[in-house]
């Protein structure tokens, strides 16, 4: 089986988070991060993401906000 791989560019900063791959438009989120014990992590927040809001979803997840930029 042959496997063909495709760049992916990310950009995290204070206040979002851009994905862009060759040939397609970007993707922009929030820069708010949330994680599960049992599934994927999401990004962005509810209105940008129809995953978090699902009635399916029964339990919290930790929710990372507040990213800083460092410079130097």
Same mark, same amino acid.
């Given at each position: 089986? &042959?496997?063909? &791989?495709?760049? %992916? +560019? %990310? &950009?995290?900063?204070?206040? $979002? #988070?851009? @994905?862009? !791959? /060759? +040939? !397609?438009? /970007?993707?922009?989120? !929030? @820069? =708010? %991060?949330? %994680?599960?014990? $049992?599934? *994927?992590?999401?990004? +962005?927040? /509810?209105?940008? $993401? *129809?995953?978090?809001?699902? *009635?399916? #979803?029964?339990?919290?997840? #930790? =929710?990372?906000?507040?990213?800083?930029? !460092?410079? +130097?």
């Amino acid at each position: 089986m &042959s496997y063909v &791989s495709e760049s %992916l +560019g %990310l &950009s995290i900063g204070t206040a $979002n #988070l851009v @994905a862009a !791959r /060759p +040939g !397609r438009a /970007p993707v922009s989120r !929030r @820069a =708010v %991060l949330t %994680l599960w014990d $049992n599934r *994927p992590a999401e990004v +962005g927040v /509810p209105s940008q $993401n *129809p995953e978090l809001t699902s *009635p399916n #979803l029964t339990e919290a997840g #930790l =929710v990372l906000r507040g990213f800083v930029e !460092r410079v +130097g």
